[in-house]
């Protein structure tokens, strides 16, 4: 744990160095521009599926929302408390991004959690939370499958938000299906037409 800490506080002063030093640097100017993301990313809490980290991308590039399996819920508008919600409302409607990537990972906790509930027995959110996705798992799937399924789950359930299926059907808006896998470390994107996974290019987004 210690040397994770090291690490952080050494990482923390190599950020200074690059992005805070000097009277003009990347972060006065964001703060005086504000930020102007064009890409929201729904990610999921592991550890493992840093997304500025894994697409090395600098302050400003990326809205970002990070939940257990990376689930995006269905539109309800109730007394709950949305938080995902909330941040795909700001991302879309107040920035105004023109992509949303729904990265799903090889691996997952939360994903493990829907296919083996009697390895999470006692727990207060998680259950609850994952259900969302709401898959047939009776099929003999494997967690990375469940997870790719899942992403189709979210994607549809982004389109239950009228702001982003107006923006979807006026081309102003843009939802990809990425898949990180962990041990290759590498990203596959869904190609709608092809209906498959495939090697993520520049063409991709
Ligand atoms: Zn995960």
Redesign the pocket.
């Known amino acids: 744990m210690l040397s994770t800490i090291k690490k952080m506080i050494k990482g923390y002063e190599e950020f200074r160095k690059k992005y805070v030093h000097g009277e003009n640097s990347a972060m006065q100017k964001l703060a005086n521009d504000g930020q102007q993301a064009q890409i929201m990313v729904v990610a999921?809490?592991?550890s493992r599926?840093d997304p500025a980290l894994i697409l090395q991308c600098d302050p400003g590039d990326l809205f970002v929302v990070r939940n257990?399996?990376?689930i995006v819920p269905p539109f309800e508008k109730d007394s709950g408390y949305h938080g995902t919600s909330a941040a795909l409302e700001f991302g879309v409607c107040f920035l105004k991004v023109k992509h949303i990537i729904l990265l799903g990972?090889s691996h997952?906790?939360?994903?493990n959690a829907l296919l083996n509930p009697k390895n999470i027995k006692e727990n207060d959110f998680i259950s609850k939370w994952v259900s969302v996705i709401d898959a047939d798992i009776n099929e003999k799937l494997t967690a990375d499958e469940l997870a790719k399924k899942a992403l189709n789950r979210s994607y549809e359930n982004c389109l239950s938000f009228p702001w982003i299926q107006d923006r979807v059907s006026n081309k102003d808006l843009m939802i990809h299906r990425w898949f990180f896998d962990i041990e290759k470390g590498e990203i596959s994107g869904y190609d709608k037409n092809k209906q498959i996974y495939s090697g993520l290019t520049k063409d991709s987004i």
């Open positions: 999921c809490c592991d599926v257990v399996a990376n990972h997952c906790g939360g994903i």
